[in-house]
């Protein structure tokens, strides 16, 4: 997934607002399965589990029985048809997720060969926010960044100035 495009930048500022709200003898439940980012929490002394690349908006079984502590969800729920049900089920205290956010000069996301590669969802941050609040989240801390490209032309530039990511760490209300 990653072959030509490792997110340094976004793994970075990820890893480092984990850190500034998670200890690091906590127990996640990462949803989706193990990836790159897994494996650098895993480098940070978190005790990490990932979901097994069930379809989550029709199995919530292992999100439901769970005892992690902590769930992350990093561009996961863009993915999702139902990101409700899913945060609803959520049994730990503490959520970490990130979401792309919607960019207004350019359509949502979809892979034309791989059908779990698609953006349902493309969040404004207000959205994620009402969404959060919805189902039983209060945000305590959220950050946004933008993901500039070395290639030329309008989007690229527009790149540099609209921010691309947004994270929130939340606790269950």
């Known amino acids: 997934m990653y072959e030509n495009t ?3 930048k976004r793994f970075k500022i990820t890893a480092e607002f984990l850190k500034k709200h998670i200890s690091s003898d906590s ?3 990462d949803l989706g399965i193990e990836n790159p980012f897994s ?3 895993k480098n940070m002394s978190y005790h ?3 979901t097994q690349g069930e379809d989550l908006d029709l199995d919530t079984s292992t999100i ?3 005892d992690a502590d ?3 969800a990093f561009e996961i729920f863009e993915h999702l048809l139902s990101p409700f049900n899913v945060l609803q089920s959520i049994n730990a205290n503490k959520l970490v997720a990130s979401v792309p956010l919607r960019l207004w000069f350019s359509p949502a996301y ?3 060969t791989d059908m779990w590669d698609r953006h349902y969802h493309e969040f404004e941050d207000w959205q994620f926010d009402w969404l959060l609040e919805k189902t ?3 945000i305590i801390d959220r950050k946004k960044w933008t993901n500039p490209t070395k290639k030329l032309g309008l989007r690229p530039i527009l790149r540099w100035f609209t921010p691309r990511y947004y994270i929130v760490y939340a606790e269950r209300v």
């Open 6 to 8: 490792f997110p340094n």
């Open 27 to 29: 127990k996640i439940l």
């Open 136 to 138: 039983g989240w209060k």
């Open 64 to 66: 439901v029985n769970s």
């Open 48 to 50: 990490v589990q990932n």
């Open 70 to 72: 902590v769930v992350t």
């Open 39 to 41: 494996k650098i929490m």
């Open 110 to 112: 979809r892979s034309k």
